[in-house]
């Protein structure tokens, strides 16, 4: 059983930056694909970022590109999503996600993908 813990979530001022940790245990993370989505009140789980297992490539959704990055330290057995210039816009829950298939690279942006899913942290961004 693979299990997804979040932290680092709070509230911070536009053009801030924060980095939220993924902690995973039950399975090394090099082994799995990894996401994070994020949510707002009465709407669906939005992608954000990903990594794909093995090589550890990383796809980032358009909205975010050039200020989010997702890494992860194998050592760690943790995946992070380093935010810049953060928006009041980019105020909502974010969870990590994974899965341990090895889906293809159009599916990462699909929350349907991921059968493990952490609680969740809450960034929000004052203006």
């Known amino acids: 059983q693979v299990q997804l813990v979040e932290s680092g979530g709070r509230l911070v001022q536009a053009g801030g930056s924060l980095r939220l940790s993924c902690a995973v245990s039950?399975?090394?993370?090099?082994?799995?694909?990894v996401a994070w989505f994020r949510q707002t009140p009465g709407k669906e789980r939005v992608f954000v970022a990903a990594?794909?297992?093995?090589?550890?490539?990383?796809y980032t959704a358009n909205a975010v590109k050039g200020r989010f990055t997702v890494s992860r330290v194998n050592g760690e057995n943790t995946v992070y999503l380093q935010m810049n210039n953060l928006e009041p816009e980019d105020t909502a829950v974010y969870y990590c996600?994974?899965?341990?298939?090895?889906?293809?690279?159009?599916?990462?942006?699909?929350?349907?993908?991921?059968?493990?899913w952490g609680q969740g942290t809450q960034v929000t961004v004052s203006s």
């Open positions: 996600a994974t899965t341990t298939g090895s889906p293809i690279v159009s599916s990462l942006s699909l929350a349907s993908t991921f059968e493990f």
């Open positions: 990594l794909k297992r093995g090589t550890g490539t990383t």
């Open positions: 039950g399975r090394t993370v090099s082994t799995l694909a």
